[in-house]
């Protein structure tokens, strides 16, 4: 029955019916995670860097993309192993390319760890790109150790991977320069290639920019060779 402002008093019969009739407890239920949030984070970083990967042009398998979480659940479990996150997977068109992901643990990334992730990949001397997951600071002598790598290595915050800003409507889409593009770009606006960011430092994903563009273009990892 409504009343004098407006409001349904039968929305409070038994059974908690909403405006379309269906039970307010079954409405809501569809929003509830009963999982583990270390595991809903270990998911959705993943699924944004198989993406992120895939708009690359690396050979990345849709259902990997299109995981469920309770999939994902089901073989990583509530309180995934790191070393079982890791993706190595080579580019579609130059399949010499082989990059590695790897997810670090809780704490502080230090030296040792970096030691102890290099000595972990196989054949290192095939591979072109590292990306590191951090969920924790790294200090500045792990960082000098990750600069002296033979490939290029990158590195993002566990939680500017849970959202891919890609897939946001007002995000434009980017495409890397070609060399005529950065020239003309570098000569309007007079710099110097070795002024932009060193890809090796930490840069958020709204943040990071690849060498061939300035970084208030605002490109976006997803577009890096």
Known sequence: MEDGNGYDSSMEMEGGNGYNGEPTESCLSGFVDNGSRDSLRYYLSRRTVLEMLKDRGYAVALSEINLSVQDFRAIYGQDPDVD???????????PSKRILVVFCGPGIVKVNV????????????????LILILQNQITSQATKAVGLFQFK???FQITDLLVNITKHVLKPKHQVLTDQEKEKLLKKYSIEEKQQHNRHHCWTTTKQSPSLQPP????????YP
Do not use: A, K
Not at 84 to 94: A, P
Not at 114 to 129: A, E, K, M, P, Y
Not at 216 to 223: A, G, I, M
């Open 114 to 129: 970096i030691r102890s992730i290099i000595s972990q990949i196989v054949n290192r001397d095939t591979l072109t790109g």
């Open 216 to 223: 208030w273009l605002n490109n976006h990892p997803h577009n």
């Open 84 to 94: 079982r996150l890791r993706i190595s997977i080579s580019h579609q068109s130059d």
């Open 153 to 155: 290595v990158e590195m």
